[in-house]
């Protein structure tokens, strides 16, 4: 007996759906990309059209609020300039900023203590973000100083502070 195929791969080209991820670097052969994708999208059964969903877009419509913990220095750094490069900083630069996020910087106290770290912080506090200060404390490093993340009760309390304000929290 002959096995039978039971899997989609086995189906002819033409009956079969294809969705195609296409990761590209920095590279300067990126520039072969165009033809590239002209050429994928010739493939019988390659999606043509815009309806899948736009994951950083839905994520920024499904979330009543963002909680950034830790945002690292070159996170702030990308968000304060508005870069977008990852998943993360592309839902924050997409935030619908009548919705609360709040930002928890964490970082080395050298870091924080360097003049452009106030900048960014006060960049994202005109965006309407909440800070959740970082705190003083040894750091894993071994310094002692600025920058460790504020403690899990400190930024609990904070959202539910500022939710109770949006009037779609009730504290106990």
């Known amino acids: 007996m002959e096995p039978q195929a039971s899997c989609s791969a086995a189906a002819p080209l033409t009956e079969r759906k294809f969705h195609v991820l296409v990761g590209v670097t920095g590279s300067v052969a990126a520039l ?3 033809l590239l994708v002209s050429r994928l999208l010739e493939i019988p059964g390659i999606w043509k059209h815009r309806s899948d969903p736009v994951l950083h877009i839905d994520l ?4 009543d609020f963002m909680l950034v913990a830790p945002l690292d220095a070159n996170t ?3 968000v304060a300039s508005g870069i977008c ?3 993360l900083t592309c839902v924050i630069r997409a935030w619908d900023r009548s919705k609360p996020l709040f930002f928890c910087p964490a970082m080395n106290t050298a870091m924080w203590e360097h003049p452009i770290t106030a900048q960014q912080v006060d960049q994202l506090k005109a965006f309407g973000y909440v800070e959740i200060p970082c705190v003083a404390k040894k750091l894993v490093c071994g310094d002692q100083g600025l920058g460790a ?4 009760g400190t930024i609990v309390d904070k959202v539910k502070e500022v939710l109770s304000q949006h009037g779609g929290f009730q504290q106990n």
């Open 85 to 87: 490069d990852n998943l």
């Open 32 to 34: 072969k990309l165009p």
């Open 76 to 78: 702030l750094g990308k």
């Open 60 to 63: 920024r419509r499904w979330a």
């Open 149 to 152: 993340m504020a403690e899990v």
